[in-house]
């Protein structure tokens, strides 16, 4: 079994960052992929970003592309997304998931087994 903890929300003005951290636990940390997701109010979760079991694959959603950068330490046994140039459209929940059965990104939910809490982000105009 996994356990997640998203950590680093906040409140943010337009245009600055935050750094989201992913804590887990469990021994398949290191063999899982690991996605973030989101959900606005009124709105379905959707995703947002999503790196493979070593790190060398990441994948983004078209709204975060060149914005937010997904990144895991396996030692440390934590994913993160560090997001730049916030607009007050990330506003949201985000999401931690993961992937033990398999160590490739994928966009959907249903590939996702476990989720944390989510941390809410706020970023105001």
């Known amino acids: 079994q996994v356990q997640l903890v998203e950590s680093g929300g906040g409140l943010v003005q337009a245009g600055g960052s935050l750094r989201l951290s992913c804590a887990a636990s469990?021994?398949?940390?290191?063999?899982?992929?690991m996605g973030w997701f989101r959900q606005a109010p009124g709105k379905e979760r959707e995703f947002v970003a999503a790196?493979?079991?070593?790190?060398?694959?990441?994948f983004y959603a078209d709204s975060v592309k060149g914005r937010f950068t997904i990144s895991r330490d396996n030692a440390k046994k934590t994913v993160y997304v560090q997001m730049n140039s916030l607009k007050p459209e990330d506003t949201a929940v985000y999401y931690c998931?993961?992937?033990?059965?398999?160590?490739?990104?994928?966009?959907?939910?249903?590939?996702?087994?476990?989720w944390g809490q989510g941390t809410q982000v706020t970023v105001s105009s």
């Open positions: 469990g021994r398949t940390f290191r063999s899982s992929a």
């Open positions: 790196v493979s079991w070593s790190g060398g694959r990441t």
């Open positions: 998931a993961a992937r033990p059965d398999s160590g490739e990104v994928a966009t959907t939910q249903l590939a996702y087994e476990y």
